[in-house]
């Protein structure tokens, strides 16, 4: 079983910034695509970034340009840097790992919380 840990999250300016660090415990696998996922109070769940373990990025279309994931497979951890953040980024943001082919899985983090006020 694998263990997905968030960091970083906090209380922000609006055009100010974060960076968010996910940190698996067990083992992982190549071929698999780890990604960031955010929560608002009273709505779905959506992509914010992905990368898979040969380093292809995708990014939500609300994300223009302002975040940057990447991902260190040695250490296995993944990271999230969120740049220009305004309010409407508020959510918690939530660490997934999935893997489509044998071994399959499908792992979330707890969540961090960001919070963009002034």
């Known amino acids: 079983q694998v263990q997905l840990v968030e960091s970083g999250g906090g209380l922000v300016q609006p055009g100010g910034s974060l960076r968010l660090s996910c940190a698996a415990s067990?083992?992982?696998?190549?071929?698999?695509?780890w990604g960031w996922y955010r929560q608002a109070p009273g709505k779905e769940r959506r992509l914010v970034a992905t990368?898979?373990?040969?380093?292809?990025?995708d990014y939500g279309d609300f994300v223009e340009g302002r975040f940057a994931v990447s991902r260190n497979n040695a250490k296995n951890t993944m990271d999230l840097q969120m740049n220009s953040l305004k309010p409407e980024d508020t959510a918690v943001y939530y660490c997934n790992a999935k893997r489509r082919y044998t071994p399959q899985y499908n792992y979330w983090g707890q969540g961090t919380q960001v919070t963009v006020s002034s």
């Open positions: 990368v898979t373990s040969g380093g292809t990025v």
């Open positions: 067990g083992r992982v696998f190549s071929g698999d695509v």
